[in-house]
């Protein structure tokens, strides 16, 4: 296992433990380790790019830890109140959309599917979104909501490329 996918293998591991944290009120805990997530995803892409480490694995484990740590999340806060529970269910839509998309992409033509600009803003406003909920700031639920809708039509860019069996060289890579 290269350093970028040791970066994103501890991203998935710290997932579990910024849900423990949360549940059990210890905020300062989670907002540690979820510090450290979500800047371990910056720094993994940046180590892959720059030690030129990009792999197959890479590519699966990265938007697999981005996912598991968003649902958690917003499980977590819809489980807490703190945002509808429909929320949740609406990320779930695209997200296994995604996964399993690329799950059949990856099996049935090898290939895996490179990050796009949706998939991206998304991410960016969900992660805002969250931190807006974590700290009741206003206009939370909006980002959210904006997230969520960046993430399907991320799922219908994704689907078009499977439908069209290649892979545009206008896609952003991860």
């Known amino acids: 296992m290269n350093t970028a996918n040791f970066i994103t293998s501890i991203r998935l591991v710290l997932v579990p433990l910024i849900v423990v944290a949360l549940v059990r009120g210890s905020d300062w805990w ?9 800047v371990s995803d910056l720094i993994d892409g940046l180590v892959a790019r720059k030690m030129d480490q990009i792999t197959e694995l890479g590519q699966v484990l990265d938007p697999l830890a981005d996912k598991t740590l968003f649902l958690s ?6 489980w807490a109140g703190r945002i509808p529970v429909v929320a949740f269910f609406l990320l779930l839509l695209p997200y296994f959309a995604l996964i399993l998309g690329g799950g059949v ?18 991410s960016a406003l969900l992660t805002l979104g969250l931190i807006f909920v974590y700290f009741q700031l206003p206009y939370a639920l909006y980002l959210i909501y904006i997230g969520i809708a ?10 078009r490329i499977g439908v ?3 892979i545009s060289p206008t896609e952003e890579s991860s």
Do not use: D, I, P
């Not at 999340?73 to 819809?78: N, P, R």
């Not at 960046?150 to 689907?159: E, I, N, R």
């Open 150 to 159: 960046a993430a399907f039509v991320s799922a219908f860019v994704y689907f």
């Open 30 to 38: 989670a907002l540690g380790f979820l510090t450290v997530a979500l």
């Open 105 to 122: 992409m990856y099996r049935y033509r090898g290939k895996v599917v490179q990050a796009n600009f949706w998939g991206k803003t998304s």
């Open 73 to 78: 999340l917003f499980g977590y806060f819809a």
């Open 164 to 166: 069209e069996g290649s």
